[in-house]
């Protein structure tokens, strides 16, 4: 059994108040039992969530990490530093990353491979464009970025890694993958690791991401390879991230 994950991607956006007002709705909240819970604020806050949420059932990520322990790299943070935090999660390889950043499959790789090193679990964002859509390439694209990372990994890490799949144009943009869409591809995420181990391909946890709301929440959930969600804009919420929650 997969226990779901609900992930909150705050990106650049939130504030002390926010962490507070997390902090404090989560600490009366009534969850379902067996479910991760993971907010992912900008680093600055991370410090004060982890004061705020100490009476909830709310963990910590963190939005990147520099693929290095420490050392001369100006602005960047390590994964040695996260764990100091209490932080558990970090995302890796998001699409906003990928394309402002310009972060490729190999950097993507290198920064998983940190997070593995200090005991973060990477969530692995993966999914493809529009373009690659219409082009009839979706799994294609999505098991290059998959297998770019897994199929360089020990057994034991691969387990320990999260998949999130966010077709990149329903980021944000308010069109969510219809449930069907998503299972397909979770399916074939799964499909590919089953050629791996199929042990391992059991207990993947497979997240859906891209316009995940209180509305569409539980139907993408109900899908049999769905076992969570990397939620954006409906994160930033308490109310909608909390019925996210309860979907779950
Ligand atoms: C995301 O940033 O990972 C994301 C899924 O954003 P949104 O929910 O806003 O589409």
Redesign the pocket.
Known sequence: MRTPLIAG?W?MNGSTALIEAFGSAFASATLPAHIDIVVIPPFLYLDAARHAFKNTPLQLGAQTLNPQHSGAHTGEISGRMLKEFEVGYV?VG???RRKLYRETDEQVFDRLVAALDVGLTPIL?VGETLEERDAGSTMQVVLRQVGHVMARLEPAQRLQVVI?Y?PVW?????R?ATPEQAQEVMAGIRAYQAGFDTSLAEQLKLLY?????ASNAAELLAQPDIDG???????LKTNDFYAICQSA
């Open positions: 991607n990106k995302l998001h699409s906003e964002c999130a966010e329903a980021i944000g943009t308010g969510t991401g891209g316009s995940m709301n969600g990397l939620v954006g804009g409906a994160s």
